[in-house]
């Protein structure tokens, strides 16, 4: 084997390494007659992994539910949640079909069922499990094949993403081709394997990880710059960098292009609060660090990058009263980008959880409101549950009077919290008969869950004030963003 650029200049074919489902360096070698003697030189991989990690936003990943609440629904599957089946209703065209998938059913669902649908307690991410055969991945395995139905949201006609998602076609293979003697995975397994169907897929999202794939291993094509990463070598105040007038050159870029970036997804559960969320992503990036580690990579360090409320998450990622992986000893987070964090909160969460998630007016944003919660008490029996949801209303760092009440020429008359009192206290908490405090009593526990599994308005009360320490947790010890050793 040779690490040298100039291979097989005699007239062998040079191939690819491809990563394979469990994160293999995998490589195709083309056998020849045994009186060929010519060598066949493979240049090897780089020596390092360096994953890339998204963090979805809040009801952005495929929950399912327990079979007991299953059950207790009537449910003739275990679906919870999915984003992408509710993709549909951004179209007049999708309508149809989706009043025949779970978008229609959540359109018609009663405050009841909403509530016992996405029960933190009965609900946990839907992974992408699949069958090993001599510790090694089976594409055609039992538990493989049930899995890839479950994660059609990543098609099985997903096109290579070379060269780690399928080898590209100047190889000589064709895609999602598998030799008749030798079971390859597809990249539709490799992406699911790496997260991508735990999270919506359609869009954006979608559109994200596959380009991020893309652009982040294919710096350098023919040992030239890829004409993508011409823009990335203008002045960094040119794209809107702030404090920062260094050009990276075509050097700099040569120095990170010698290493695989897998780009990962982890949904997680976005109904528990962020900060249990936290320990289970940490112990999910140190088991992927670990992974790749026993499959001959150095990989101590991964990147994260965050949409919205997965913004929260990634902060409790590093806290030590969370994710503990600031200051990790086997892996360390490199860096965090994020997308639209709601960093203090929304005030938008107290006004949907009043009125419901009607914002516009058409039928397609009716529909939309009709999924999500048409009214307050439809909405509420979703977001009084959710501890992740309530981590999502302002916190002391939003700000006062952000709550007001005007006359009828649009003067003030008055506005909460006051300079004394914080959010939590002035409104929050309020009992029933004030009619500005958050939640209704008489809506939060339609589904009559026992109070010993988080029903009631008691239970409520309680993960509103863990919910506000959480904030305050994640807010004050990383004011102003993430600490510089990060």
Same mark, same amino acid.
Not at 27 to 47: A, C, G, W
Not at 53 to 59: A, D, E, Q
Not at 152 to 178: A, C, F, K, Y
Not at 179 to 200: D, H, M
């Given at each position: 084997?040779?690490?040298?650029?100039?291979?097989?200049?005699?007239?062998?074919?040079?191939?690819?390494?491809?990563?394979?489902?469990?994160?293999?360096?995998?490589?195709?070698?083309?056998?020849?007659?045994?009186?060929?003697?010519?060598?066949?030189?493979?240049?090897?991989?780089?020596?390092?992994?360096?994953?890339?990690?998204?963090?979805?936003?809040?009801?952005?990943?495929?929950?399912?539910?327990?079979?007991?609440?299953?059950?207790?629904?009537?449910?003739?599957?275990?679906?919870?949640?999915?984003?992408?089946?509710?993709?549909?209703?951004?179209?007049?065209?999708?309508?149809?079909?989706?009043?025949?998938?779970?978008?229609?059913?959540?359109?018609?669902?009663?405050?009841?069922?909403?509530?016992?649908?996405?029960?933190?307690?009965?609900?946990?991410?839907?992974?992408?499990?699949?069958?090993?055969?001599?510790?090694?991945?089976?594409?055609?395995?039992?538990?493989?094949?049930?899995?890839?139905?479950?994660?059609?949201?990543?098609?099985?006609?997903?096109?290579?993403?070379?060269?780690?998602?399928?080898?590209?076609?100047?190889?000589?293979?064709?895609?999602?081709?598998?030799?008749?003697?030798?079971?390859?995975?597809?990249?539709?397994?490799?992406?699911?394997?790496?997260?991508?169907?735990?999270?919506?897929?359609?869009?954006?999202?979608?559109?994200?990880?596959?380009?991020?794939?893309?652009?982040?291993?294919?710096?350098?094509?023919?040992?030239?710059?890829?004409?993508?990463?011409?823009?990335?070598?203008?002045?960094?105040?040119?794209?809107?960098?702030?404090?920062?007038?260094?050009?990276?050159?075509?050097?700099?870029?040569?120095?990170? !292009?010698?290493?695989?970036? *897998?780009?990962? /997804?982890? @949904?997680?559960?976005? %109904? #528990?609060?962020?900060?249990? $969320?936290?320990?289970?992503?940490?112990?999910?990036?140190?088991?992927?660090?670990?992974?790749?580690?026993?499959?001959?990579?150095?990989?101590?360090?991964?990147?994260?990058?965050?949409?919205?409320?997965?913004?929260?998450?990634?902060?409790?990622?590093?806290?030590?009263?969370?994710?503990?992986?600031?200051?990790?000893?086997?892996?360390?987070?490199?860096?965090?980008?994020?997308?639209?964090?709601?960093?203090?909160?929304?005030?938008?969460?107290?006004?949907?959880?009043?009125?419901?998630?009607?914002?516009?007016?058409?039928?397609?944003?009716?529909?939309?409101?009709?999924?999500?919660?048409?009214?307050?008490?439809?909405?509420?029996?979703?977001?009084?549950?959710?501890?992740? !949801?309530?981590?999502?209303? *302002?916190?002391? /760092?939003? @700000?006062?009077?952000? %709550? #007001?009440?005007?006359?009828? $020429?649009?003067?003030?008359?008055?506005?909460?919290?006051?300079?004394?009192?914080?959010?939590?206290?002035?409104?929050?908490?309020?009992?029933?008969?004030?009619?500005?405090?958050?939640?209704?009593?008489?809506?939060?526990?339609?589904?009559?869950?026992?109070?010993?599994?988080?029903?009631?308005?008691?239970?409520?009360?309680?993960?509103?004030?863990?919910?506000?320490?959480?904030?305050?947790?994640?807010?004050?010890?990383?004011?102003?963003?993430?600490?510089?050793?990060?």
């Amino acid at each position: 084997m040779s690490d040298q650029s100039g291979l097989n200049e005699r007239g062998n074919h040079q191939g690819e390494f491809t990563q394979g489902v469990g994160g293999w360096a995998e490589y195709t070698v083309y056998m020849t007659e045994t009186s060929d003697t010519i060598r066949h030189d493979v240049k090897l991989p780089p020596r390092k992994v360096l994953p890339v990690i998204f963090l979805p936003g809040v009801m952005g990943s495929n929950l399912r539910l327990s079979r007991e609440r299953q059950k207790k629904l009537d449910r003739l599957d275990n679906r919870s949640w999915r984003p992408d089946d509710m993709v549909g209703i951004v179209n007049e065209v999708g309508l149809a079909a989706f009043d025949t998938d779970i978008g229609g059913w959540y359109k018609n669902a009663t405050p009841a069922q909403r509530q016992l649908m996405l029960d933190p307690n009965e609900t946990e991410v839907e992974y992408y499990h699949y069958t090993e055969s001599k510790g090694r991945f089976d594409p055609e395995g039992k538990e493989t094949l049930a899995a890839d139905q479950r994660h059609q949201n990543v098609p099985d006609s997903l096109q290579p993403i070379p060269p780690l998602m399928g080898p590209s076609l100047r190889t000589g293979h064709l895609p999602n081709r598998r030799s008749a003697t030798a079971k390859r995975e597809s990249p539709a397994q490799i992406a699911r394997w790496r997260g991508w169907s735990e999270v919506l897929f359609k869009g954006a999202y979608g559109q994200m990880l596959t380009t991020a794939e893309s652009y982040l291993n294919n710096m350098f094509v023919h040992d030239r710059i890829n004409p993508n990463w011409q823009r990335v070598l203008a002045n960094p105040s040119t794209f809107g960098a702030v404090d920062f007038d260094t050009a990276l050159t075509e050097k700099d870029l040569r120095k990170v !292009a010698a290493c695989w970036y *897998p780009v990962h /997804a982890m @949904g997680y559960n976005y %109904l #528990k609060s962020n900060g249990e $969320s936290a320990k289970v992503i940490a112990d999910r990036i140190r088991g992927l660090a670990t992974g790749y580690q026993k499959r001959g990579f150095q990989c101590d360090e991964v990147i994260i990058v965050t949409h919205s409320m997965g913004g929260l998450l990634a902060r409790a990622l590093i806290h030590p009263k969370y994710g503990n992986l600031l200051n990790d000893p086997s892996v360390k987070v490199l860096g965090i980008y994020h997308n639209v964090m709601p960093t203090m909160g929304a005030a938008a969460s107290y006004k949907r959880t009043r009125f419901g998630f009607l914002e516009g007016p058409g039928t397609i944003a009716e529909i939309g409101a009709r999924v999500l919660g048409i009214d307050g008490q439809n909405a509420t029996a979703i977001l009084a549950n959710a501890p992740a !949801a309530l981590e999502l209303f *302002p916190g002391s /760092a939003y @700000g006062k009077a952000w %709550l #007001k009440v005007l006359d009828g $020429s649009g003067r003030e008359m008055w506005s909460l919290p006051s300079n004394e009192e914080s959010a939590l206290e002035s409104i929050y908490l309020q009992p029933a008969d004030k009619w500005w405090r958050l939640f209704n009593p008489d809506w939060v526990n339609p589904g009559r869950v026992d109070e010993k599994k988080g029903g009631g308005i008691t239970a409520v009360n309680r993960r509103l004030k863990e919910a506000a320490a959480f904030i305050e947790d994640i807010s004050t010890t990383f004011h102003g963003g993430v600490p510089d050793s990060v």
